[in-house]
Nanobody, 121 residues
Framework: QVQLVESGGGLVQAGGSLRLSCAAS????????MGWFRQAPGKEREFVAA????????ISADSVKGRFTISRDNAKNTVYLQMNSLKPEDTAVYYC??????????????WGQGTQVTVSS
């Protein structure tokens, strides 16, 4: 069993930056692919970025490429999402997930409670 706790969300002006963190419990953190997803009100859950267990491979959505960077520190059981050049359309609840390295949310077994990111124009 893996428990995930996100932090780092908040209110920021357009063009600003935030760094989300996701702390995981469990001794097998490095065995899991980790992903970030987001969901805005009235919209479906959307893939943001994912990273492989060892951190070698990453993928990200076209909408965030060049602005968001996913990384992980397996020694700290933590995955990060650095978000730069934020836009109002990035406003959503952001979820951390653990499972198979994939863009598909159905490949992830473990989910955090979410953290709100609000970008003002």
């Amino acid at each position: 069993q893996v428990q995930l706790v996100e932090s780092g969300g908040g209110l920021v002006q357009a063009g600003g930056s935030l760094r989300l963190s996701c702390a995981a419990s469990g001794r097998t953190f490095s065995g899991y692919g980790m992903g970030w997803f987001r969901q805005a009100p009235g919209k479906e859950r959307e893939f943001v970025a994912a990273i492989s267990g060892g951190g070698t491979f990453t993928i990200s959505a076209d909408s965030v490429k060049g602005r968001f960077t996913i990384s992980r520190d397996n020694a700290k059981n933590t995955v990060y999402l650095q978000m730069n050049s934020l836009k109002p359309e990035d406003t959503a609840v952001y979820y951390c997930a653990g499972g198979r390295y994939s863009r598909d949310w159905r490949e992830y077994n473990y989910w955090g409670q979410g953290t709100q990111v609000t970008v003002s124009s």
